[in-house]
């Protein structure tokens, strides 16, 4: 397994490590905060962060399967979003996060959710919808 996070800022990775045995499954993390980051490090295309925005299910498609490439990994899971308090607009206000999924044998898989509360209430709940798509994914 392997995550691409950017609002979570590594949370995702966190939460998989305190697990002990994590280290015969998970892989890696890549925190990539920065629209550079998400181009370099995951090979985000440029046109896609101009177009469509960081926060967004190309993006968020783009990470995940990007994390999946440069990682020893089957799945992957990305988080794109605005935790706030400052930087939504009228179309993507505090709250929009996008998650992608990619599992073995099926297509990818993202969606947007719009989350209330503080800073750190929209992260955990971020962290929470992750996983929580993830084991509706693989259960089937």
Request: charged share 20%.
């Amino acid at each position: 397994m392997t995550t691409a996070e950017s609002c979570t800022g590594g949370w995702l990775a966190q939460q998989i490590t305190s697990l002990a045995g994590s280290s015969d499954w998970f892989d890696c993390s890549f925190v990539t905060y920065s629209n550079s980051s998400k181009h370099k490090l995951l090979g985000v295309n440029l046109a896609s962060l101009s177009e469509h925005g960081a926060v967004s299910e190309p993006v968020a498609i783009e990470m995940a399967r990007g994390a999946l490439d440069r990682a020893d990994a089957q799945v992957a899971i990305s988080v794109t979003g605005i935790a706030g308090p400052d930087g939504g607009t009228a179309n993507k206000p505090v709250g929009t996060v996008w998650i992608a999924w990619i599992v073995p044998e099926k297509q990818p898989v993202a969606r947007c959710f719009h989350f209330k509360g503080d800073r750190e209430s929209i992260r955990l709940a971020s962290v929470t919808a992750a996983f929580e798509g993830l084991r509706k994914l693989i259960a089937g």
